[in-house]
């Protein structure tokens, strides 16, 4: 069974931030005491009456409550934050439920509705840690230093504790004037959790300290420093600025062209090239210590959005907005929960947020009109990347981004179109690497429209270029297989795309369709069945495994399998042959089945 697998945000040429492999191992590890019980990945236990906060509610608090945790599990922040606040106005001294509360509004960014909950947690010693780093950064932000310094004197030590605690003290020290002190706060992330790696973290922080003390030496060696572990965009632009601003043009645009050379399709240089060249001065995109520990929160939320830790990396996100608003990486990684989670029109909200930063503009203006589509708005978006495609005629991103959205929807000569336009802006030559996307998204349009001989040739170009990637070798191989030609060719493909994935029920479904064409029933059938634990309700797979039984024998299991096909595929063409089978068998040879499916 033929699947895209495309990840259409992951070509949109930002990136968070890198950091060690140590940093954020021990980061995932924190990520559970951040949470202090999470705020969607603990079970539901309320409907059980083995619910803490639900223990003292009743009636009208409790519908709200149950309703709430019910949003809360299923992903809508917005309906779980004001449902579980409509509880606790019921009950406000319940410290499970104000807890629930109080985490949901942080993770919806409802600064209104957490800040009340978190100081209330914590001056009747129930604060979480996202509680207490919550009120630490909002007393940065007012300028209440010595309420902060008081708060991180209470600090939990322990979890998450050991790598926030240095952080905010050392940019608290910075907003009261002690540069100093706030380095020598620093230095203990060198030895945390024996992770070298904190060493990096060290440095960045450091170099900002430095710079905003006008100790332009050392900052510069902490740069360096910096950046040896890595060149995330972030630290790029932060160091590029820095060497601009101290009239050192040459060096910055050796740490821009080292960042592009990496990321050669990155559109988030492009401004900030233009106006070196032209011999502007930037302003400071780190200018007090509530823009310093702004950039530590969201560097933390990068790490732990990368290890897939996604709730904390929400709490971190949203209080480093809470910081500095503006943050337009911060707003994009909250963009990117959101779409993950299927919320494109809150996700829409925060893309459209980043506004006046040409660095990450362009990347959020895509991602803007990815999350219009998924909205079920593509006559917005298509209008839209129509006119980005136009405004920068160099780049391609907005005509993948348009084809991939009549693809989707099944205009398959619409997307072929739009790839046509992105492949005549390729450089002449050989093909890079990362057009792989181009070449596989056309080849299943191609498919789609019955041009296969075409799709088969883009298919090819797309798995020379990336020969590892297991959605190319499905989609070829199924291709090979379900036409009956290249048996042998397409079952290597298969094989080596399960051992790539082998807990993916549609490549898993694929080579056993591949052994079905070849006549190897008994592995056929094993291998099937396999693919059908993995996806039990996808319909291609039961007509498959329906088809392999009847070959093998096994008239009534055929017969079963066919049955469930019917009742649950969408699509006619299958749906009515698998009717068709179930009233007069599965005719022998077995022809060519459907085209593989594309999502």
């Keep these: 069974m033929g699947q895209a697998g495309i990840t259409r945000s992951g070509r949109h040429g930002i990136r968070g931030g890198s950091r060690s492999a140590a940093v954020l191992a021990l980061l995932a590890a924190l990520a559970l005491p951040v949470l202090a019980g999470g705020t969607r990945a ?20 409790m519908a709200s409550y149950l309703s709430g ?30 807890r629930r509360a109080f985490l949901v509004n942080l993770s919806e960014g409802n600064m209104t509705g957490a800040l009340p909950l978190a100081r209330r947690a914590v001056e009747d010693g129930r604060g979480t840690f996202a509680a207490h780093a919550l009120l630490v950064a909002d007393d940065i932000a007012a300028g ?10 209470a600090l939990p030590a322990d979890g998450p504790g050991r790598l926030v605690a240095p952080l905010a003290t050392a940019w608290t020290e910075v907003a009261a004037g002690n540069p100093d002190a706030a380095l020598a706060a620093l230095e203990t992330l060198d030895k945390l959790g024996g992770a070298p790696g904190f060493t990096a973290l060290r440095h960045f922080q450091t170099a900002l300290i430095e710079d905003l003390r006008g100790n332009a030496d050392a900052a510069a060696a902490a740069y360096v420093q910096a950046l040896a572990d890595g060149m995330p965009l972030r630290p790029v632009l932060l160091a590029g600025n ?20 990496e990321n050669p399709e990155s559109p988030a240089l492009e401004q900030t090239l233009a106006r070196l060249e032209a011999g502007g001065t930037p302003p400071r995109l780190v200018a007090d210590a509530r823009d310093g520990l ?44 959101l779409m993950a989670r299927e919320r494109p029109q809150d996700a829409l909200e925060e893309y459209r947020a980043v506004t006046g930063d040409p660095a990450v503009g362009w990347a959020a203006r895509l991602r803007e009109a990815d999350a219009l589509h998924r909205a079920g708005h593509a006559d917005e978006a298509v209008p839209m990347l129509e006119a980005m495609a136009a405004e920068r005629p160099g780049r391609t991103d907005a005509l993948l981004e348009l084809g991939d959205i009549h693809r989707i929807a099944g205009r398959y000569a619409a997307a072929v179109a739009a790839y046509d336009r992105a492949a005549a802006r390729l450089p002449a030559g050989e093909p890079g690497r990362r057009d792989w996307v181009l070449y596989f998204a056309r080849g299943m349009s191609l498919e789609g429209e019955g041009r296969w001989p075409e799709a088969e040739a883009d298919l090819r170009r797309a798995l020379a270029l990336n020969p590892d990637h297991p959605s190319i070798l499905n989609f070829l191989g199924y291709g090979w297989a379900d036409r009956g030609i290249h048996l042998e060719e397409a079952r290597a493909l298969l094989e080596k795309a399960v051992a790539l994935h082998p807990d993916n029920g549609h490549i898993m479904d694929s080579l056993g369709w591949a052994l079905f064409r ?15 634990e993995l996806q039990p309700f996808e319909p291609e797979i039961n007509d498959h495994l329906g088809d392999a039984y009847w070959v093998a024998g096994r008239r009534t299991e055929a017969r079963f399998q066919w049955r469930r096909a019917a009742q649950q595929a969408e699509d ?21 089945g459907t085209a593989p499916a594309t999502p």
């Design 572 to 592: 006619d063409t299958l749906r009515h042959t698998a009717e068709a089978k179930l009233k007069d068998g599965l005719p022998l040879p077995r022809t060519a």
């Design 294 to 337: 702004a950039e530590a929160l969201f560097d933390m939320a990068a790490g732990l959005h990368r290890e897939g830790a996604a709730d904390a990396a929400l709490i971190f996100a949203r209080i480093a907005l809470h910081l500095k608003p503006q943050q337009p990486l911060a707003r994009m990684m909250v963009g990117d929960i």
């Design 518 to 532: 070849q006549g190897e029933i008994p592995r056929a059938v094993e291998t099937l069945e396999r693919a059908a």
């Design 42 to 61: 603990e079970p539901d236990k309320a409907t059980s009456g083995a619910d803490a906060a639900a223990d003292r509610l009743s009636g009208e608090a």
């Design 144 to 153: 209440r230093t010595k309420e902060a310094r008081a708060r991180l004197a």
């Design 69 to 98: 945790r019910v949003a809360q599990n299923a992903g809508d922040g917005k309906a779980a934050a004001r449902l579980l606040s409509e509880a606790l106005a019921h009950d406000p001294d319940n410290p499970e439920l104000r």
């Design 242 to 261: 820095f060497y601009e601003r101290q009239g050192r043009p040459d060096q910055a645009r050796a740490l821009y062209a080292a960042f592009l050379a």
